[in-house]
Nanobody, 125 residues
């Protein structure tokens, strides 16, 4: 059974930090690019960051560049999203997703094969 399980969300004050984890099982993790997305109440889902499967190429949305860092530990089948300088507008449910292939690039949002259930991040002002 394929599973993507996000953890690490919570309530933090503006300017604070959180590290999200995306633990996977049930598929060959090394063969998949992993992306982070978020969805705030009343808003559409948006891409946050992605890391390619083979060469570790990364992508960041403009609104998180310089504040968030994505990394992967293939030995643990886990991808991390380190978030610093959090803002109230970062409040959302954060999801991770996996897309097969994409050794040196990141897929479009509709090309992901598997999705997690999400973890809530709330940033208070």
């Amino acid at each position: 059974e394929v599973q993507l399980v996000e953890s690490g969300g919570g309530l933090v004050q503006a300017g604070g930090s959180l590290r999200l984890s995306c633990a996977s099982s049930g598929f060959t993790f090394d063969d998949y690019a992993i992306g982070w997305f978020r969805q705030a109440p009343g808003k559409e889902r948006e891409g946050v960051s992605c890391i390619a499967s083979t060469d570790g190429s990364t992508y960041y949305a403009d609104f998180v560049k310089g504040r968030f860092t994505i990394s992967r530990d293939n030995a643990k089948n886990t991808v991390y999203l380190q978030m610093h300088s959090l803002k109230p507008e970062d409040t959302a449910v954060y999801y991770c997703a996996a897309a097969r292939g994409y050794g040196s690039s990141c897929p479009d949002p509709d090309e992901y094969d598997y999705w997690g259930q999400g973890t809530q991040v709330t940033v208070s002002s």
